[in-house]
């Protein structure tokens, strides 16, 4: 996957507020949960700049048979991330990197669904329900008033 960097252990991404896949294409996020966000077309990875690479921060993870759920902060602050690895081979699925994705506080990985708690909206959650094989899928619930949002495409 050309997003990604692993340096000393440490996880590198190099594209924001997108869905990244393991075939090398991207749609991009743009909006945030609260207003409104909407879903670009897929689009070829073809360069990336060096300096626009960012730390991810794996905070929480969740295991089954066939894939590993990690999720976390970036080094930019205020933008979260999840990510589905193939358990055995180690490689990425698909990264899920946005400013509308900070501080996970829980994951649970059920039937091929992650639900991904994060306190964004603190005293309450907004929770990220996404299907492992069609990531851009996903929709978010928030606890307080039970709101539910789906991206326009």
Same mark, same amino acid.
């Given at each position: 996957?050309? @997003?990604? +960097? ?11 507020n997108a869905i ?5 294409? #991207?749609? *991009?996020? %743009? ?6 966000? *909407?879903?670009? +077309? ?7 700049? *060096? ?5 991810? =921060? ?6 089954? =048979?066939?894939?590993?759920?990690? @999720? ?6 205020? %933008?979260? #991330?999840? @990510? ?25 990985l059920n039937e091929?669904?992650?639900?991904? +708690? ?9 929770? #990220? ?8 899928? #996903?929709?978010?619930? *928030? ?11």
């Amino acid at each position: 996957m050309k @997003a990604i +960097k692993i340096i000393d252990g440490d996880l590198y991404c190099g594209i924001e507020n997108a869905i990244i896949y393991e075939n090398n294409t #991207f749609i *991009e996020l %743009r909006g945030n949960y609260k207003n409104s966000f *909407e879903l670009g +077309k897929v689009k070829p990875i073809t360069q990336i700049i *060096e300096s626009h690479y960012y730390s991810l =921060d794996t905070t929480i993870e969740e295991i089954n =048979d066939k894939y590993k759920i990690i @999720a976390g902060e970036t080094s930019y602050g205020g %933008r979260g #991330f999840v @990510a589905v690895l193939y358990k055995e081979s180690k490689k990425y699925k698909w990264i899920l990197s946005w400013d509308s994705m900070n501080n996970p506080i829980s994951i649970t990985l059920n039937e091929g669904i992650i639900n991904l +708690k994060t306190d964004l909206n603190f005293p309450n959650e907004v929770c #990220f329900i996404i299907p492992i094989e069609e990531p851009e899928k #996903f929709k978010i619930e *928030e606890t307080t008033n039970h709101r539910t949002t789906y991206p326009t495409q």
